[in-house]
């Protein structure tokens, strides 16, 4: 679920499910299973969404996430004005084509990011690409709102100049996250903790109905190409050999048997001397023996 600059864009809302009108909650509904809530809840709901979260994103939801789930997907059974999760539930299986299933997902990914988080790692990357006069292809795999995408574009212009041919692949799984991210328009807040010489290179300051915001200057979000791609998908694009890969913060939400399927996935699209910048919790040398560890957090191909 994207946060950070949603409220500068517009939201998408998908289609209803195929062939079924909303349903209208009857005012005076009781809720049988808890009285502070307005929806119907139960464990037996928690459990299939976990299950399709599962199946979907591969995303492991703990028990513990039960207050987080009902909040989020709850916004999704009051959309089609129903008061059961199990109706919800039930339309979202019955039609697999529907575009539910997006806004289901996007509900329940967390997309907590920021500019040059875990700020270790780009000097790593500068040093990496330092004196390359070819093309240099950086792989973002959960890119969420951008803010990480577009560190990695700036640390690379930075590097390696202006015109340098540098292109940053920025992939998530969350439609409306990719959405944020592409409009490159983030709350002065988070942008004012970049020195002021980046502020300037890489950002406009906003005015009149844009005060308080800046937008990603034409030059750098031109470095940045996003597509929709799902990590645990059977069907990635056909996509570019990288000399770097970033899958930051994100395999923490898989099991291990996820992680091990990605990663081997990972080998086939990276250079043989390519990085891969891991997130600060995340340790793939027990996952993978086809990486070994490079920095902190930082593996290459063995
Ligand atoms: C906590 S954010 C991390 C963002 C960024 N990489 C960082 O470290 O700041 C996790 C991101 O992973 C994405 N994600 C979760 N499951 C995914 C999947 N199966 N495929 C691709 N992206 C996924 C979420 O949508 C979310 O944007």
């Known amino acids: 679920m994207a946060d950070g600059a949603m409220d500068a864009l517009p939201t998408r809302e998908p289609r209803p499910f195929a062939g079924t009108a909303p349903r209208r909650a009857p005012a005076n509904r009781v809720c049988s299973i808890a009285l502070v809530r307005d929806l119907e809840f139960d464990d037996h709901d928690l459990e299939r969404i976990c299950a399709l979260i599962y199946r979907r994103a591969g995303i492991v939801l703990a028990a513990h996430k039960r207050d987080m789930v009902y909040s989020r997907v709850g916004r999704r059974v009051r959309h089609y004005h129903l008061t059961r999760f199990s109706d919800y539930l039930a339309q979202l299986e019955d039609d697999p084509r529907s575009g539910e299933w997006e806004a289901f997902t996007n509900a329940l990914t967390t997309n907590l990011t920021s500019f040059f988080r875990e700020e270790h790692h780009f000097p790593l990357l500068a040093r990496h690409v330092a004196g390359r006069t070819g093309p240099v292809r950086v792989w973002c795999a959960a890119a969420s709102t951008g803010q ?95 000399d770097a890969v970033f899958c930051r913060n994100v395999m923490i939400y898989f099991d291990a048997e996820t992680q091990a399927r990605i990663l081997k996935r990972f080998v086939l699209h990276m250079q043989p001397d390519a990085l891969l910048f891991a997130g600060h919790s995340e340790n793939f040398t027990y996952i993978s023996d086809q990486f070994r560890l490079r920095g902190q957090t930082v593996y290459t191909l063995r």
């Open 148 to 242: 990480e995408p577009y560190s990695i574009a700036m640390q690379l212009v930075e590097t390696l100049g202006d015109q340098a041919d540098v292109q940053v692949f920025a992939t998530d799984i969350d439609t409306q996250a990719l959405e944020v991210a592409m409009g490159g328009v983030y709350p002065m807040s988070q942008v004012e903790k970049l020195d002021e010489k980046r502020r300037k290179r890489f950002f406009q300051k906003g005015g009149g109905q844009r005060a308080g915001y800046a937008r990603v200057r034409p030059e750098l979000a031109a470095r940045v190409k996003f597509q929709p791609l799902n990590l645990v998908a059977g069907n990635w694009p056909k996509l570019d050999l990288f």
